[in-house]
């Protein structure tokens, strides 16, 4: 059987196994024998177990079976689906690929976001990853008419909003952030490093909004609210994992009701970074700060410098 017809059933499978919480394998094979890709045959339970392997060892998800209740599969480690994890990312990507694979009859009808791969730039670094060793970049930062060269260890890379970004660590134990798109040249060398053992790239971006690490800004308890249909928006999709809906007592409503007739309040416990307060700014009047203070001041203010623009 060809790869991409393999990768095609493992995906369905995580996909069908995720969906139900608990499945039977009869189950399982009914779902199957729906699909075009079971050509009318079922799915021996032989290719189910190496399925399941395969699926353990490409995308480090595990399915396991309740022995006691009927011998249903589920997924062990469903959190890793729930996550900003590789293997959220790679399901969701191959999942969406499959699918648009198979409807080429509209393709036109079909619009995607463009997210660059850059190509060698980061099949270099990621080579280096593996190697534990160091690289050299020449790095050019935005409205600056030179570049700079720069040797770090690559502790981890990061996809946000359609660009890949580098977190590189110094001998002095400091680290920084990079931009693919930035990036001139990238060459590997022969100095090997250790990464930290400590060190977990989730846990490293925890507080923050997206890739602003190093402006000194600490956590902070921030309460947005939301008017008309942005309440909607900030519950599909949360702006950081600590994010809370908070409770509201409305005279109009009923007592513990979670919203009012105009607004909602969502709080937050990160680092208030410029790429956060960029977020904040880009919802204009459908997302306000309420605290802390010097915060929603200094939103205020910069719209306030957006309206004097057009003013003129």
Known sequence: ????????????????????????????NRKWMQTDMSEGLPLPRTTFNRHKDAIEDIFGIYIDCDRKNGYRYYIGN??????????????????????????????????????????????????AMKENKKIEIQYRRYQSSSSKTFTLSPYCIKLFR????????????????FSFDRIETIQSTDE????????????????????VIGDGSKP???????????????????????????????????EGTAETDDYT?????????????????????????IEPKWLAESIRQKHEEAMKIYQK
């Open 162 to 177: 359609q660009r890949w970004y580098l977190l590189g660590r110094f001998n002095d134990g400091g680290f920084a952030m």
């Open 78 to 127: 469903e959190e890793v689906l729930r996550e900003e994890s590789v293997q959220n990312w790679m399901l969701s990507t191959l999942t969406v690929s499959n699918l648009v694979s198979e409807s080429m009859s509209i393709q036109q009808r079909i619009v995607l976001e463009n997210i660059p791969s850059d190509g060698e730039h980061l099949e270099a670094v990621v080579k």
């Open 265 to 289: 309040d969502f709080q937050v416990c990160m680092r208030p970074t410029a790429d956060l307060q960029g977020q904040i700014l880009s919802r204009g009047a459908w997302l306000k700060v």
């Open 192 to 211: 090997a490093f250790k990464i930290d053992k400590t060190f977990n790239a989730s846990d490293f971006f925890s507080e923050c909004y997206g890739v």
């Open 1 to 28: 059987m060809k790869t991409p017809t393999l990768f095609k059933e493992y995906i369905w499978l995580v996909n069908t196994i995720s969906r139900a919480g608990k499945i039977s394998l009869n189950d399982i």
């Open 220 to 254: 902070e308890r921030i309460t947005l609210r939301a008017f008309g249909k942005e309440k909607y928006y900030l519950r599909d999709l949360p702006l950081h994992h600590t994010q809370k809906e908070l409770k509201k007592k409305s005279p109009s409503q009923p």
